[in-house]
């Protein structure tokens, strides 16, 4: 871990503040096309993605300026992600449940604290598969290509980031590797949510007509 630069961690910031932009962007034209549940979801589990993704990066610049080395930090990032991921998952599956149903079944997420970080990985895994295929559902309804290029490549590099959990040994080119991907991965969710925002998304009926 001797590799962490204080530049290498400012640089673990970038795919935080891609995913919160991201994030907010969903939120803001989601918000007249969920239930209550589903959208509570949506805030939750993003919420849930950007604190791992903090706690991830403010470990990084603590041990990089020699303040602390805080491992609850660091280990931190698949235990919030991996839930996280999967309530945004089950909100937008939420998005197509109908507007006018009565009540909606809301389950709070338990994050446990343990050593192994597969658990958290296989639910990340999960989580962003079904969110990268939720949105691509979407641009394909809305007839936009660009966009599901965008969560396509967001896939494949998250897939990566997952498979970089699995075999991470914390040497410096790992840790380069690992942010790389992220930053593609977020930059690409952020791309994708961006043109379907400049695309009408908020004011898009076409996925809700049937209802």
Do not use: R
């Not at 903090?54 to 300026?65: N, S």
């Not at 990985?121 to 598969?129: A, K």
């Amino acid at each position: 871990m001797d590799g962490i630069s204080v530049f290498m961690a400012l640089v673990d910031f970038i795919p935080v503040l891609l995913f919160f932009a991201a994030a907010v962007l969903l939120l803001k034209d989601l918000y007249n096309k969920m239930v209550k549940g589903a959208y509570a979801l949506l805030a939750a589990g993003s919420i849930m993605v950007l604190i791992g993704g903090i706690y991830k990066a403010l470990w990084k610049i603590l041990y990089a300026l020699a303040v602390c080395d805080y491992p609850a930090l660091d280990t931190s990032l698949f235990t919030f992600q991996g839930p996280g991921f999967l309530l945004v998952f089950a909100a937008l599956l939420g998005m197509f449940t109908k507007k006018n149903k009565k009540h909606v079944t809301l389950h709070s997420a338990a994050v446990p604290v343990i050593v192994s970080n597969m658990p958290f990985i296989i639910l990340q895994i999960i989580g962003c598969t079904g969110v990268q295929g939720c949105l691509i559902a979407v641009s394909v309804k809305m007839k936009k290509k660009l966009p599901v290029l965008c969560f396509i490549l967001a896939f494949i590099f998250m897939m990566g980031m997952g498979y970089l959990g699995a075999k991470f040994d914390d040497s410096s080119s790992m840790h380069w590797l690992a942010q790389c991907t992220n930053i593609i991965s977020q930059g690409a969710l952020f791309a994708g949510v961006w043109l379907l925002h400049k695309a009408g998304l908020s004011k898009e009926d076409c996925l809700w007509s049937a209802m």
